[in-house]
């Protein structure tokens, strides 16, 4: 899925992303909006994961 479609169904996906990544608040969410990048960043940040495990993961649940 590219970052496009990503941000065009946002408000769709947040409440799967939250029950993905549980840790992730909904100002989380409010300030990702849709934004691959910065999904990745609050992923790493949350779950204290590198960069490159949390770009997988995140890649991995939108594909």
Known sequence: MNSDRI???WKE???KVQQ???KLTDNDLDKIDGR???LIGKVQ???GK???EAER???SYLN
């Open 20 to 22: 993905k990544w549980g």
């Open 13 to 15: 996906m947040k409440g």
């Open 50 to 52: 590198n960069r490159d």
């Open 57 to 59: 993961e995140v890649d």
């Open 45 to 47: 940040q949350a779950y």
């Open 7 to 9: 941000e065009g169904n």
């Open 36 to 38: 691959r990048e910065e």
